[in-house]
């Protein structure tokens, strides 16, 4: 609750006690919360008080305004450690997010001079190319387009493509998955990755791509992907 007789101002007061109710769920993802008049009357505090209060949130990434429909509450961000390899699929699941897919295409193609390059063959060499809406809770999490060498990994199918790549890589063909490299970049959306991934024109992104090995550094998948920045965050731990 608000003290007015606390050294702590009443607008960082405020923005505690709204966290609070994110935190404890009382005010739920996607929920809107009350209007400016109502904090300020519920708490007898002016509304440019609560007005800084809610900027502030705003900024912080823990509410979002509509224009037109008010303030709500933000979706968590899903969080990924950078040291470990995990797929889409595997990270999900470990905090309780259920995971799936939409697929958009899936081709055999002639790997042009850079795919080659990347994955280690012959240019002109055939690859799969599968592209697909990456879903968390069935929300769009990302658009992913992946190149895999189809001699390296015989037999993918639509079917099992749109499962997790890398069970079907260590339980089917028994291969084991040694490292990746990861490359990060800022970018903003364009129409069509504003329309898959449900978003504005404009608002941030995080490009991504990964390089996946198997024992003797041999690259067995290259993926390109386009996550939404307000939906992501990469944790790494650094030590001296």
Known sequence: MINKNSPVPIYH???????????????????????????????????????????????????????????????????QELQGMTSFTENMLSRGINPSSTLLSFQIIHADKKTAFDLKIEENESVYKIKRIRLADGS?????????????????????????????????LSLTISEAT???????????????????????LLLIKRISYLLDEIPFELVKSTFRADRYRFIHTMKR
Request: aromatic share 6%.
């Open 13 to 79: 007061q405020l923005e505690e006690y709204i966290k609070q109710q994110i935190e404890n769920g009382i005010l739920q993802e996607e929920a809107v919360i009350p209007s400016e008049r109502e904090y300020a009357q519920t708490f007898q505090i002016s509304r440019m008080t609560v007005r800084q209060a809610i900027n502030n949130l705003v900024i912080e990434g823990y509410l979002t305004r509509q224009k037109g429909r008010g303030t709500f509450v933000k979706k968590k961000k899903v969080e």
């Open 140 to 172: 769009p999490m990302a658009i992913e387009t992946a190149y895999i060498p189809v001699e390296l990994v015989p037999g993918l199918t639509e079917e099992n493509s749109n499962l997790s790549l890398y069970q079907y890589i260590e339980e089917d």
């Open 182 to 204: 990861q490359e990060i970049e800022a970018s903003i959306a364009g129409s069509v990755d504003a329309e898959i991934l449900e978003i504005t024109i404009g608002d941030p």
